[in-house]
């Protein structure tokens, strides 16, 4: 038996199969199979592992399905480390199923800076003359298998490129990396801006060093562990600064990987949410969405609700802790859109159940889908980070 069958059966072995996990399990709730539970993909696992299964597309379709939310791995009481079993079982099956064209293209984008400032021009392009309009009206994106990407594209915010630091506007408190991630520049500038402005009135030098990369999060669930881990070793490099008290990561699912490899990393709203600002009131109906990696690995989804409260006369609440994933789950819209909008869908409802007049996520991989979602039903329904929404009250 091969080391990495070895290290999968270990992880395997330690469920004690309890099944305290599956009603937390989207795909399990909304197809009651118990291969699609993580009981049942751990056992799957289990199988193969141990020489009592072969791979089968079937095999691999069950594993593939799993949204990586790890709500399982949060209601674990044995505490069985789900999402390494999965992303190694993964990594050991890399290239037996093709990746769809969408996937291959934003991890391309993802991993490479050259690209995604040629993105970032095309997309100014496309959106312009209308050509974005026809396009979709003729169901180009769909007849070149660029569907589900297409559908997530925000609108074109133009910016000024970033620089490699930018020092304390009050009195200095210290120094902190900030994580734009492979995003963040290309479709996100709103919030990396929000971000530095925050950090500055706060009295931190902020630094992004210009060799930081993707987190490797689409690598990794791809099964491609290469990638991930050189992905890593170079942010790794990139931050290698000892005065830095913090990496501060704006989208939860890139500080959910980062975590795993980069010392100090912090979410923005939990790291601000220390400080007390001086801020204008907003009259508004403000809904906290909470992003899997922000509730189920960083742990820290409470720390927006602390820090939009600050807000003088806003009205704010958060989705019930029992809302689950809404179905983005870094590439997975792009591989299983049944799934991605029945989550969808479920998401949807409950958030336009009450009068809302925004809805704050930390993860721009979730507000993309759902910005996406709420235009395709004609909602008209602001999504923002909420560090975009601190920013905009504070007074200065
Ligand atoms: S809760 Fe944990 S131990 Fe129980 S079945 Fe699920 S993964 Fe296994
Ligand atoms: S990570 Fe999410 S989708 Fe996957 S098995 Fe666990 S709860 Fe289900």
Redesign the pocket.
Known sequence: MTNAKKELLAIADSCVKCGI?AP?????THTQNEN???RG?IALIQAWAGGNLNVTNNLLDHID?????????K?CPAVVP??KL?DDFRAEMHNEKAAPLSVKLLKTISENKRVQRWAKSSLKLYQKNNLQKTARFLHLPTLFGLGEIERLVPNYQESQPLQNYYPALNEVKGDVGLFVGCMGELLDSETVNAAISVLKHIGFNVYLPETQTCCGALALHEGDASTARSLAKQNNTAFANENLQAIITIASGCGSTLKDYAPNVVDISHFISQFEFNLKPLVANICVHSP?TLK?VLKTDKSVLKLLKQIPEANISSLPETQ??CGA?GSYSLRHDKMAQTLLNKLLETSLEKPTDYLVSSNIGCALHIAAGLRERGKDLTIIHPIVLLAKQLVN
Do not use: D, F, V
């Open positions: 996990c937390h399990c989207p795909t399990y699609e539970s993580p993909r399905n799993c949204l990586l939310c790890r709500a399982c791995e209601a789900y999402a999965i899997c189920n689950q994933c789950a």
